[in-house]
C-alpha cells in the first residue's frame, strides 16, 4: 500500500494492512516541514529461527513502531529524537515498512521454548 506524502495533514491518516499472521495497524500524520510521524502497532505471529538450535518457532509480536518519514533527504538530526526514513519518490511505502520492520525483529536474538 503506497500513500503519497503531501496529502497527509494535521488529520491522522489511519492505516492498516496485513502479511501472513502480522497486523501493521496505526496512523501518518503531518508533524513538521518535511516530516511525517508515523505510529504503529505490530501484533500477530512471526516465523523466525530459535539462535541457539536454529529450528524454526512462531514467535508472538507484540511492538510499538514510532518514527518519522521525511519526504526528501533530512538533514536536521539533532532535533529529532526518533529515527527518520526518507522517502525519495514523495511515497510511504507501508508494505515495504511493514517488511522492514518484520526483519528487523527477525535479526535480534530469539529462543524457542525447548532452548529457554
Not at 6 to 31: C, M, V, W
Not at 87 to 107: C, G, H, Q, V, Y
Amino acid at each position: 500500500m503506497k500513500v503519497t506524502l503531501r496529502k497527509i495533514n494535521k488529520t491522522p491518516l489511519d492505516f492498516e494492512i496485513k502479511s501472513n499472521e502480522i497486523a501493521f495497524k496505526g496512523y501518518l500524520q503531518y508533524h513538521s516541514g518535511k516530516l511525517i510521524l508515523l505510529k504503529a502497532d505490530l501484533n500477530g505471529l512471526l516465523n523466525t529461527e530459535c539462535s541457539k538450535c536454529g529450528e524454526e518457532f512462531e514467535l508472538t509480536v507484540d511492538e510499538k513502531v514510532e518514527f518519522f518519514i521525511s519526504d526528501g533527504l533530512f538533514s536536521d538530526e539533532d532535533s529529532i529524537d526518533l529515527d527518520v526514513v526518507e522517502s525519495f519518490d514523495s511515497t510511504a511505502d507501508l508494505d515495504e515498512l511493514l517488511n522492514s520492520e518484520l526483519e528487523l525483529i527477525k535479526s535480534d536474538y530469539h529462543s524457542c521454548e525447548n532452548c529457554k
